[in-house]
Nanobody
Framework: QVQLVESGGGLVQAGGSLRLSCTAS????????MGWFRQAPGKEREFVAT????????YYTDSVKGRFTISRDNARNTVYLQMNSLKPKDTAVYYC?????????????????WGQGTQVTVSS
């Protein structure tokens, strides 16, 4: 069993930065691939970024490439999402997720554990 708790969301102006954190409980955290997803009001939950268990491989949705960076610190049971050059269209509730898989996945149905979400609001 893995429990995930996100933090770091907030209100920021366009062009600004935020760093989201997701801390996991459970001894097997380092075995899981981790992902960040987001959901805007009235829209489906969408993939943002994912990282494999060791942190050696990452993958991003096109709209955040070059602006967002996912990383993890297995010693701290934490995965991060550094978000730079934020845009109003990045406004959403951001969720971290954990799943046991060979590398990583952009498919939300591959993730077994989810956090409660943290709100990110980017003003224009």
């Amino acid at each position: 069993q893995v429990q995930l708790v996100e933090s770091g969301g907030g209100l920021v102006q366009a062009g600004g930065s935020l760093r989201l954190s997701c801390t996991a409980s459970g001894r097997t955290y380092s075995s899981y691939a981790m992902g960040w997803f987001r959901q805007a009001p009235g829209k489906e939950r969408e993939f943002v970024a994912t990282i494999n268990w060791s942190g050696s491989s990452t993958y991003y949705t096109d709209s955040v490439k070059g602006r967002f960076t996912i990383s993890r610190d297995n010693a701290r049971n934490t995965v991060y999402l550094q978000m730079n050059s934020l845009k109003p269209k990045d406004t959403a509730v951001y969720y971290c997720a954990a799943g046991y898989m060979p590398i990583y996945s952009a498919n939300r149905y591959d993730y077994r554990y989810w956090g409660q979400g943290t709100q990110v609001t980017v003003s224009s």
